[in-house]
């Protein structure tokens, strides 16, 4: 039986549930304790590290009584929870974020100043980073579950518990080396393993028919391995409310720590090998971004995390006695990408296996259930799997995936009858070449709702990726725009600016972006516009101080910050940006320099390891930076700066020091994009092409705001069609032909004209990406930067009306739509009640 009411453990009464009655004195005693209870030490002893650890324990313990709160408001009053189904969340590190959430930044500043700490910044930097993503995909799961906590939705972000995350980048002689990223090793405060609501999964083996009690032929799978999957979890508090929601993150374990058998007759290795092969479904995340990767360790992963998920959302159903039957009442499924899509047959197999369902229950459940997001249209990242390697694994999602097939092509075939076509253009299995399972597919058919990321992303789904889909479902397809979390974004990544807004608009803009509306009316205003530009000069001293301190590079924080942050990868053409520096060196060289603003051109991103070419391009930045750094004659005009390991800390420092915003994809490539989103709401002007979100922040900022380049994404279409030769635009470009010229001497690689010939050659061969058309164009268009940036005023008015309209990139109103258009879902007010104290 469960307690009425939620009895409070400390710390107390909270009469004011926001502030919760925590004082710097409260945080100051619960740092004590857990550095005498938890960590064995005496606050005179007591490390940096332990202070950080105490100082997390102290604010998870107030964290505790929101998330329980939250559980149990949801059981007291069942309604439907938003399931996130991802195989990557790119949270951050946490305590900064929970301190600003609960409303305790103070307090925790002057608790940890009576340890002698200065600054509360020297504690948070000792927070490891868990690197469980790659990108944006999984930095955007992250900001999609802190919008929801803060909007006060139910919701449980389902994924696995990496032991290593994504790799760690150094730079050895210019090229990128993968570091493993071993993130737990001194222990991490922010996680609960919950072993009692572990869950078995099996994998291989085969099916079996079988005539159950009532005389009726069923099917079961004989699975012959077996991992346990154990819940780790991750409070998630929303902003200033008592909602505190769940990142459930799964590890796998053995059945057996040992195969005893094996063990007794004397087969000490044989008996560890399968404890080792089931426990390394967790170990490591596949650090591949939009590219293919088709290992078995991954489709295991994606079964493993999603079988887990789905029976720990059916159990806690009937721990609530709520009928299985009601189940799309009570969970909606999203799917990130395809990753987790086997969702779609997993939960066919529960329902009709385990609870006996008819198939036509089972599948209407299922697809009132599920939803599906698509991040990208290249055709290397949709997934796909081996028919063989499929059935090995998976060998009864593969009968139950033939019967979804099955029904559905009978469906289209009444649509278009004699249309063989269609059926193979449909069907989940592709029939050309080698047989798979092809997972968009299975997606889609399952889903109620499919939805791209950007307006134009949306658009090409339904146009270029799966036409006949879109013809056959029209009301199935739907964009929800991406969008970032102003709180870590703004309110972390940039305090100054943070309140500067707080004294202008309201300290409310945090949760309701379109109060920055307010800000226009000071776009002529030049004392504040001088202040605004004050909190920019501010970020971008401190990342010059980290520049010098990481790299050695001395840059002055009153040139222009020019900024390309992302993974590196040719679509997203840092070799654009490159070949531009190499033409403004050249510029300088040649002394017509006239109109050139002092620049720092900065890097960062990490690339896949197996990519080629993408660790190629680091390598160029590199020999480039080394070059123009070198040179007496660029005299402060010219620094260009590649920065390792780029990921969500180093992202907190570069959004609110960045000037210049590059999002420069070859059009139609970029299905959404969101660091665009970050830079815009602290400030910068965006030089872009028109591609994913860029084109709608354009429309909102407005086109003056903003400089535009490069070919259209139906410009682009007509370049592919009519025998794209990028030869012509090299000998129509001086300044073009004159930077790839430099580049083949080996001028920037030490006289070595070998070093770069792959890159060079994939430019002027094919130019699968455009750059060679979209070069003359992107040149002109930083010149029109340097213009703008000599008339500071103009700058900062730019810049601020960037900031005022930015308001539709907050994912709360991401979230808003999802839950209003897709899953139908209510906020929950959740109380704290306490008579304790
Ligand atoms: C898309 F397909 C993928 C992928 O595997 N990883 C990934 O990070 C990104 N993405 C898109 O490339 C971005 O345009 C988009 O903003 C982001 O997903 C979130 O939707």
């Avoid at 944006?136 to 919008?147: D, I, K, Q």
């Avoid at 299922?366 to 060998?395: G, I, M, Q, R």
């Avoid at 720092?600 to 991103?605: A, E, P, Q, S």
Wanted: net charge negative; glycine share 8%.
């Amino acid at each position: 039986s469960q307690p009425k009411d939620l009895r409070l453990p400390t710390p107390g009464c909270y009469a004011d549930p926001i502030k919760a009655g925590i004082d710097a004195d409260a945080v100051f005693d619960g740092m004590t304790e857990h550095l005498f209870f938890s960590l064995g030490k005496l606050a005179t002893t007591a490390s940096l590290r332990d202070l950080y650890m105490a100082l997390s324990y102290a604010v998870r313990d107030r964290l505790m009584t929101r998330y329980l709160a939250s559980q149990e408001a949801i059981r007291a009053k069942p309604q439907k929870t938003v399931a996130y189904l991802s195989a990557e969340f790119l949270i951050g590190p946490q305590l900064n974020n929970n301190l600003l959430n609960l409303g305790i930044t103070k307090e925790a500043e002057e608790a940890v100043g009576r340890f002698g700490i200065e600054s509360l910044s020297h504690i948070l930097e000792v927070e490891e980073e868990p690197g469980l993503g790659n990108g944006g995909l999984g930095r955007l799961a992250a900001c999609y579950m802190e919008s929801l906590a803060s909007l006060q939705v139910p919701a449980i972000g389902y994924g696995i518990r990496y032991e290593f995350g994504i790799f760690n980048q150094l730079i050895r002689d210019g090229w990128q080396v993968e570091v493993t990223d071993k993130w737990l090793k001194g222990g991490w405060p922010w996680e609960l393993p919950q072993p009692d609501e572990s869950c078995f999964v099996g994998f291989g083996g085969r099916t079996e028919s079988y005539v159950d009690e009532k005389g009726k032929y069923r099917s079961r799978w004989i699975p012959s391995e077996h991992a346990i999957g154990v819940p780790h979890d991750i409070p998630i508090l929303g902003y200033r409310v008592n909602n505190c929601d769940r990142l459930r993150l799964w590890r796998a374990d053995a059945t057996e720590s040992f195969d005893f058998y094996a063990f007794n007759i004397g087969d000490y290795y044989g008996a560890v090998e399968e404890k080792v092969a089931s426990e390394t479904i967790s170990k490591v995340l596949y650090p591949n971004d939009g590219t293919d990767e088709g290992r078995r360790l991954r489709l295991k992963q994606q079964h493993f995390f999603v079988s887990c998920s789905l029976q720990d959302m059916l159990r806690s159903l009937e721990k609530r006695g709520i009928e299985v039957e009601d189940f799309s009442e009570h969970w909606t499924v999203q799917l990130n990408d395809t990753h987790p899509a086997i969702a779609v047959a997993e939960l066919m197999r529960l329902l009709i296996d385990h609870y006996h369902f008819e198939w036509e229950k089972a599948w209407h459940i299922t697809t009132s259930s599920v939803a599906y997001t698509n991040h990208t249209l290249l055709p290397e990242a949709l997934e796909k799997w081996d028919l063989d390697l499929f059935s090995s694994l998976l060998p009864r999602h593969l009968d139950l995936i033939y019967e979804i097939n099955k029904r559905f092509l009978q469906q289209v075939r009444l649509r278009y009858p004699g249309n063989d076509l269609i059926l193979r253009k449909l069907s989940i299995i592709d029939e050309d070449g080698c047989k798979a399972v092809r997972m968009a597919h299975l997606a889609t058919i399952g889903a109620h709702h499919v939805n791209g990321v950007a307006a134009l992303h949306s658009d090409l789904i339904k146009r270029q990726l799966m036409p006949e889909f879109a013809e056959l479902w029209p009301e199935k397809f739907t964009n929800i725009t991406n969008g970032v979390t102003p709180r870590r974004w703004v309110g972390l990544a940039n305090p100054e600016l943070s309140s500067l807004l707080d004294k202008e608009v309201g300290k409310d803009w945090i949760t309701n972006m379109e109060l920055l509306k307010k800000l226009e009316q000071k776009e002529n205003d030049s004392g504040f516009l001088e202040l605004f530009s004050k909190t920019k000069l501010s970020g971008k001293r401190k990342l010059a101080g980290y520049i010098h301190r990481q790299t050695g590079v001395l840059v002055d924080p009153s040139s222009l910050f020019d900024v390309q942050v992302k993974r590196i990868h040719q679509y997203k053409r840092q070799h654009l940006n490159a070949l531009q520096v190499i033409a403004q060196y050249l510029r300088i060289k040649n002394g017509v320099d006239q109109d050139i603003a002092p620049r720092t051109v900065i890097f960062g991103g990490k690339a896949a390891p197996g990519y080629f070419m993408a660790k190629l391009m680091i390598r160029f930045i590199n020999g480039i930076a080394d070059v123009v750094n070198a040179d007496p004659d660029m005299d402060g005009r010219l620094r260009v700066v590649f920065l390792p390991d780029y990921n969500v800390k180093l992202g907190e420092q570069v959004y609110s020091a960045t000037d210049l915003s590059e999002q420069i994809s070859t059009a139609g490539k970029e299905a959404s994009g969101t660091g665009n989103m970050k830079f815009a709401m602290n400030g910068a002007l965006t030089i872009g092409t028109l591609d994913g979100a860029n084109i709608e922040i354009r429309d909102r900022v407005g086109s003056e705001n903003f400089f535009l380049f490069g070919k259209t994404e139906s410009e682009i279409v007509e370049l592919r069609e009519n025998q794209y030769d990028p030869k012509t635009y090299i000998s129509n470009c001086k300044e073009l032909s004159e930077a790839l010229r430099l580049v083949e001497v080996g001028h920037f690689s030490n006289g070595d004209s070998e070093l770069f010939l792959p890159l060079i050659n994939s430019l002027t061969g094919s130019d699968p990406f455009f750059v060679m058309a979209d070069f003359a164009d992107y040149l002109r268009a930083q010149d029109e930067v340097n213009k703008v940036w000599k008339n500071p005023q103009k700058w900062n008015r730019m810049a601020l009306l960037n900031t005022a309209r930015s308001g539709f990139f907050s994912s709360d109103r991401s979230i808003k739509e999802y839950c209003k258009s897709i899953w139908k879902v209510k906020p929950l007010d959740v109380e704290i009640s306490c008579d304790i104290n």
